[in-house]
């Protein structure tokens, strides 16, 4: 049986997914780096200020979307789909949920909130400064990778209910 309506939900994953893999890829790419080559104090205090702007910004609307659609999209496909769409569809939420939301939760968050402790221009900051753009940005890259990957899973289990 076709259910043409899932579709939509399924689309709305995939670009919010890829929003945000897009949002993770930019600051792996070259925000990061450009932190870096920034003074020391200037990288920390660019990054305490994105930490607590992005919080009041749409971009965590659609962060926040994202986990909302993998949530419905993966319950969905475990409880009332059957055939081939219950892997693609099940797979990107547990990706989304996971490797987005769930390494968020348990690494760049605390990261972020041990940064905002600090004050930019402290000899704390300054020996957290290397270990925490290191390791956020190994973290950042794993949401990166996992939110396109759910993006393409979403994309493939809209296809197979279209």
């Known amino acids: ?54 919080m009041r910004s749409g971009t ?10 993998s949530v419905l999209l993966g319950l969905y496909a475990v409880l009332v789909l059957s055939g081939p769409a219950v892997l ?16 968020s939760v348990a690494f760049n968050i605390p990261m972020n909130m041990r940064l905002a402790g600090l004050e930019h221009t402290s000899t704390k900051a300054a020996a957290y400064w290397a270990v925490y753009v290191s390791r956020w940005n190994f973290w950042n890259h794993v ?13 493939i289990g809209g296809l197979m209910l279209a």
Request: charged content about 10%.
């Open 88 to 103: 693609p569809l099940s797979l990107g939420a547990a990706l989304f949920i996971l490797g987005v939301w769930g390494v």
């Open 143 to 155: 949401r990166s990778a996992t939110a396109i990957l759910a993006a393409i899973c979403f994309l």
């Open 60 to 69: 965590i609307v659609v962060l926040w979307g994202s986990l909302a659609l």
């Open 1 to 54: 049986m076709t259910q043409d309506w899932i579709v939509i939900p399924c689309a709305a994953a995939v670009i919010a997914s890829a929003m945000s893999a897009g949002l993770f890829y930019t600051f792996s790419d070259f925000q990061i780096r450009a932190m870096r080559l920034a003074t020391l104090s200037a990288g920390v205090e660019v990054m305490q200020n994105i930490n607590r702007e992005i």
